[in-house]
């Protein structure tokens, strides 16, 4: 029988692959990999033997991928553990094991990073899981890394990019201790044994959501994208011009109450930094300030739709009719001390 050209080979295994569903090629790639692994001669990669893709460990609104190891590590996954910290992917690899890797190591944060922490991070875990592999960190590791945020921010070491990612920490390091002590109760108490599955992690979502609401965002998005319409600007994804701090103060502040602005000043002023603390709307009271200030914006929405692109000057004059400048101080709904929580 006369050999096969190798070309023709090929050509059958190519017909023979578009025949095949987009799952199944999916599942022979899987297989295939693992078979290079084994016969690559390295060492033990340990299996993902509880966890899912669908049963993620769920943090308030946040759902953070993780899995418990044939050799009974707990593993975050690393795209779980910039979920958690609220980091952006960047142009990372491997899963955001490099954002993550390149975070510790800037000057802010690395000081606070211990030697134990930092080999972590840097030799992250591979492992298998459903048949992919994956990189992750043992899950100790993110409440770790959250004290070494908040060491950075108590000093002041935190620059405005990463102030996010400070009050994240905050609050997974608030909720993570809450958690960890009525699980220490009710290990003592043997109520483990009788507890539902999923009450933990109902009991930190209630605790998340409730530090959350003090950096929910109180201007939608619809706010700012009105004001680039208005003003011909063209709308990039909601980062906002240098100039857009002015225009709110004036749109806002300035409407909202007699003296608010000028108060608002005085109690949340520019640092040396360049930047505030604090969100000037988070030194509002929450049963009059927000109400509000909510209130005035959507007004603001509304009264912005009729007029067309470009049209920034005609509902300007509209708004100084209908909503003049307050300037005399008068009862001013702030919070009480110097700043907000």
Known sequence: MPEQDSSDQSL????????????????????????????????????????????????????????????????????GMLIALDMSPGTATKGGGDRIANFASTKAITPFISDNLRGMIMEPIRFRAHGTMAYGYEATILPELCDAILAARQ????????????????????AFARVGIIAL????????????????????KRYISEELMAWVRTFPMEFYKQIFRLKA???????????????VNDLVYARLAPGVLEELRKRNPVTEKGYREHKHFQHLTSDIG????????????????????????????????????????????????????
Request: overall charge positive; aromatic content about 8%.
């Open 290 to 341: 927000h109400p509000a200030l909510t209130r005035h914006l959507y007004e603001l929405i509304g009264m912005a739709r009729p007029f067309g692109i470009g049209e920034w000057d005609r509902y300007y004059d509209l708004l100084n009719r209908t909503f003049p400048k307050l300037n005399t101080n008068l009862l001013l709904p702030f919070e009480s001390g110097a700043e907000a929580k």
């Open 185 to 204: 109760v009710d290990e003592a108490t043997g109520y483990q044994e009788i507890r539902d599955r999923e009450a933990l992690q109902e009991i930190l």
């Open 12 to 79: 059958g295994g190519k017909a023979r692959a578009e025949k095949l569903s987009k799952e199944e090629r999916k599942a022979i790639a899987q297989v295939a990999a693992i078979a290079r692994w084994s016969k690559s001669g390295a060492k033990h990669i340990p299996r993902a033997d509880y966890g899912s893709p669908d049963k993620p460990l769920k943090v308030g609104n946040l759902d953070i991928p993780c899995y418990v190891l044939d050799d009974g590590r707990r593993v975050i996954t690393q795209t």
């Open 233 to 247: 600007w063209n709308w990039n994804d909601g980062r906002m011009s240098p100039i857009m701090g002015g225009i």
């Open 155 to 174: 000093v002041k070491k935190l620059n405005y990019q990463q102030e996010h990612i400070g009050k994240q920490a905050e609050i997974l390091v608030r």
